[in-house]
């Protein structure tokens, strides 16, 4: 039987501290038993109230049998020549409701006590199962509500406030534990909000596996904010191993939900403020990498710190000058070729050899599109300022595919 969340509820304060059965799921147990046992059925609440039955005239009412369960802590059969010391009460058998070990109501059915024994037990333990689940569901939701509004506070706040410290402690986080933040960006669309809506619920119970030690919490429709274990099981920092993990994790998504994911991956930030800047550098990492490389589906801060740090809107002038060196190559027909030999040649040391072997050209080949670069954009590529301009322009030049095949050159 599905029993949301707020079907229990806690009393008004009033010195007890008892937990009172929500009307509409006491009135839930009683129509599906009513339906098994064909007898009325009552249940009250811890004052003896009846708060659901199948005799609608009955609610609101005091019943004095329930009255004598609480008092007793036990069931009570009443018999129909004893109905007249019940008042308001008819023949049957009544029995606690427990939540653990605290009484939380009776339930009653109305009917010949002798007949009615085994059913009444049957019903009992029903309603105590769904009592039970609803409770542990209303923990479960305070539980996740409590870790997301935690996960909020570290990315925001420098010191955590006390209780959400106090909540981290009373649910087993170490605040102290080295962490990392990472944002998942969901970039499926479509016009089914409700389906969405699912996968997205589904992608955060992946996340939040235990065994992950993950601190969840969405950010919006479309992005998750993950705070992940930072170091190896050695205690070291590993980027290798944070990839790896990512791509798995991408994997084991996208097969469970079918949703195009993107994950950004910030810095590992030391001090009392650490994870704010964490996910501040997961954020701009994110936004930077949107623009420049938007085929990746997976970006690391520390894969594109310059490009991040040197991060500015597109119209502003100090963009511009320090993408100014590769603005002549950019408006040259069939550039993307010659891009790529660049990004390769500095990714390989430029080194020649290992560059030449990266795009399967000939040394010559290589030393053919390299003077072409010089002359295009007007730079010394045995100068370092000119080597340092080229390499901060790439870092804020969008990717480019390359060439599928190179055109003839007058290789010599």
């Not at 369960?69 to 606690?96: D, H, M, Y």
């Not at 939701?141 to 570290?154: G, I």
């Not at 099981?233 to 939900?257: F, I, P, Q, Y």
Request: glycine share 8%; with cysteine; charged share 25%.
């Amino acid at each position: 039987m599905a029993t949301p969340d707020h079907m229990i509820q806690t009393a008004a304060r009033d010195g007890t501290g008892r937990t009172d059965i929500d009307p509409a799921l006491a009135q839930a147990i009683v129509d599906r038993s009513m339906a098994i046992t064909g007898c009325n059925i009552n249940v009250m609440d811890a004052r003896g109230v009846i708060i659901a039955s199948g005799d609608p005239a009955r609610l609101g009412q005091v019943h004095d049998g329930a009255l004598l369960v609480l008092a007793r802590s036990s069931a009570v059969e009443i018999e129909a020549r004893a109905v007249r010391q019940f008042g308001g009460a008819r023949p049957g058998v009544n029995l606690p409701l427990r939540i653990g070990r605290t009484i939380v109501g009776c339930v009653g059915l109305t009917g010949a006590p002798g007949t009615l024994r085994p059913y009444a037990e049957l019903v009992r333990m029903a309603a105590e199962t769904m009592l039970e689940h609803a409770r542990q569901n209303r923990t479960l939701s305070r539980d996740a509500r409590l870790r997301e509004e935690l996960v909020l506070s570290l990315v925001r706040e420098a010191t955590t406030p006390p209780a959400l410290a106090r909540s981290a402690a009373r649910l087993g986080i170490d605040l102290r534990q080295p962490r990392v933040a990472a944002i998942i960006e969901i970039r499926s669309e479509g016009p089914d909000a409700a389906a969405l809506l699912g996968e997205r619920h589904q992608l955060i119970n992946l996340l939040c596996e235990p065994e992950r030690g993950n601190l969840v919490a969405p950010l919006s429709l479309a992005e998750i904010a993950v705070l992940k274990p930072a170091l190896t099981a050695k205690g070291a920092w590993s980027l290798d191993w944070h990839r790896e993990r990512a791509h798995r994790l991408l994997a084991r998504a996208r097969a469970a939900t079918g949703l195009d994911l993107r994950l950004a991956l910030g810095g590992l930030v030391d001090g009392t403020d650490g994870l704010v800047r964490s996910f501040h550098t997961a954020r701009a990492t994110l936004d930077v990498g949107r623009r420049l490389h938007p085929a990746r589906d997976l970006l690391f801060y520390d894969e594109m710190r310059l490009a991040v740090l040197l991060d500015a809107p597109s119209q502003d002038w100090r963009t511009q000058e320090l993408r100014a060196p590769l603005r002549p190559l950019l408006e040259t027909a069939g550039h993307a070729m010659l891009l790529h030999t660049l990004r390769t040649w500095l990714a390989h040391g430029m080194r020649p050899q290992p560059t030449a072997a990266a795009l399967g050209l000939h040394r010559n080949s290589l030393d053919y599109r390299l003077r072409r670069i010089e002359t295009i954009c007007g730079v010394d590529l045995a100068s370092s300022r000119d080597i340092v301009a080229l390499y901060l322009a790439l870092h804020l030049t969008p990717d480019m595919a390359p060439p599928e095949y190179d055109p003839p050159e007058n290789a010599t």
